[in-house]
């Protein structure tokens, strides 16, 4: 029986935070049917951006997926503090572990394939029962999973930031994906963001440039309950004055005409955004900490964007081999 293929692929976000997976994802062609945020900052940023978007303020724990059956994606990035080195890595008995309501969520709408990204963390030896026990659950579920770990790096943001990502698909569907590659062309910090630094006069802005070169260290946004708007702990911090950026806090605005011209400027929450691989239109709801957590936390767009396109590829491969 011929079956008409859906020119747009549906997804339903958990944890969508300030939008970066969102992004991505809508970059790759996807459309977005529900966006599940616990955090009423991060939903008012969704809903800036994009005001028709079915945007859901509640807890997964407690979110019913039933209504959302067969949709094509789920995609989350479930919170990462409980498999981050810099927290106590107590996985699963982290009371903010929410692979469980994940895992019953999936059960519920029983997409055709999920996209998962956390902390590199999770993918260490530690955690290795659990990343096991949770792929057996999908497989229970009927799904074929596998993981790996995507640098932000080689999809075009300068920054050093590793990800977690496990993908998941309907029996028959895998064998048309494939993870994107990359490249290995390193955008320098200076020659993305030379525009935002000079925007307010600052003389030294193309020296500066000129000696930022290379990557960033991956940008810390911090929980709710610790974490500022800075660029780290201190080993981090001392990366970014490689590349001549003051890490010590977030700027208001860009340096001005009267700022030394060898001096060492801080970020601006646009220049993080811009790192992270925001696009400039992207707004933040919220003062600067709370805007900062979220470009901090996010997942990054250009990097959700070339996994999106491969989950594309392969559930519109399938379909026409189904027509």
Known sequence: MNKKISNKKTVLE????GGGQFIGLEQAGFSCI???E???NYCNTLLLNRPDLNVINGD?????ANKYAKVDLIAGGVPCPPFSIAGKQLGQNDERDLFPAT?????EAAPRAILIENVPGFASRKFENYR???QQSLGMLGYWTDWTILHAHNFGTP????RFVLVGFSKGIEKYFEWPSGSNKIVNVGELIEDLMSSNGWPGAKKWALNAVGAGPTLVGGSTKHGGPDLGPTRAKMQWQKLGVDGRGIADDSPTSDFPINGQPKLTVRMAARIQGFPDNWKFFGRKTTAYRQIGNAFPPPVAKAVALQIIRALEQYDKKRV
């Open 14 to 17: 958990l944890c969508a935070g």
């Open 34 to 36: 529900g966006a599940v």
């Open 38 to 40: 616990i955090e009423a």
């Open 60 to 64: 997964l724990k407690t979110f019913s």
């Open 103 to 107: 895992l019953r969520i999936i059960s």
């Open 132 to 134: 096991n026990s949770i």
């Open 159 to 162: 920054q050093l930031r590793s």
